[in-house]
């Protein structure tokens, strides 16, 4: 029997959309507020894949669910790119004028900020998750009260619509991975994008030789993030994302790349959500 999937927030969460859109749209999910719990969930065996968001296209990389999938030895086996549009919803029978407050994860509150500059009468309060809180409004009938969320939770939890589209930047993407505890059997026509870390030495042009062994392998740098070492202060480890046209242009690179670096690791092979 195939185990649900596990999301970060609930039903109308932009997690959730991702299992609809990459999965199917019937695909059972089970419910965390947090990634820890996601995480979890796969740690005990009560689901075999899970759904975290890893970078978003303003606000940059979510450094600690790296840490997540690296401390846990995950792979990452998928990865799918959803366009972020927020929504403004509260209780019918109101408009802007009578919002007070409006609640959203802090994410969400950063990339609408410039909309509220409009209304500075509304204090901008943060919260666990976009959906959770159309939800709570919902069923504790909060008046004055609005999210941001996506339109799928204004139509889940039947609230109203105030504005569409209230990000800041219109083209604001969150890149998503699907993520289970082992590397799967893998398919090297498909393949063609993977993750990767490793650590250097603080030495000149150490990390500069590594990018010529992407270039001269013809490998594509398509994300580079550093991530200090708690135990070993001023020494770095990195993770980097890559594409590529010929799998054993990729496997010449790796075979280099763990005699250079120190202890390098593949997170995940899998194919690129660009394509």
Not at 13 to 21: G, L, M, T
Not at 51 to 67: F, K, R, T
Not at 182 to 208: C, M, P, Q, V
Request: contains cysteine; neutral net charge.
């Amino acid at each position: 029997m195939k185990k649900p999937i596990a999301i970060q927030g609930i039903k109308g969460s932009f997690h959730h959309i991702v299992a609809q859109n990459y999965f199917n749209s019937d695909a059972e999910v089970v419910e965390f507020m947090s990634f820890d719990g996601v995480i979890n969930s796969l740690l005990e065996m009560q689901t075999d894949e899970v759904v975290m968001a890893l970078e978003n296209s303003i606000a940059g990389s979510i450094i600690p669910n790296y840490a997540l999938i690296d401390n846990h030895q995950l792979s990452i086996v998928g990865e799918y790119y959803l366009g972020i549009e927020h929504c403004l919803m509260a209780l019918a029978n109101q408009n802007i004028e009578d919002i007070k407050e409006v609640h959203s994860h802090p994410m969400a509150l950063l990339q609408c900020k410039v909309f509220f500059k409009n209304y500075p009468h509304i204090k901008l309060v943060e919260a666990k998750d976009t959906a959770d809180v159309a939800k709570q409004i919902k069923e504790q009938q909060l008046k004055g009260i609005a999210a941001i969320a996506s339109k799928n939770a204004a139509e889940l939890y039947h609230l109203n619509v105030l504005a569409e589209s209230i990000q800041t930047i219109k083209h604001n993407e969150t890149r998503f991975v699907i993520v289970k505890r082992n590397h799967e059997d893998k398919d090297i026509n498909t393949i063609n994008k993977a993750s990767l870390k490793f650590e250097l030495d603080h030495k000149r042009g150490s990390l500069a030789a590594i990018l010529n062994v992407l270039s001269d392998c013809k490998l594509n740098l398509t994300k580079i993030q550093s991530l200090p070492k708690i135990e070993t202060p001023w020494k770095y480890a990195f993770f980097v994302d890559v594409t590529f046209e010929v799998y054993k242009d990729y496997e010449k690179a790796n075979s280099i790349m763990k005699l250079m670096a120190e202890n390098f690791k593949v997170l995940g092979e899998y194919k690129n959500g660009r394509r």
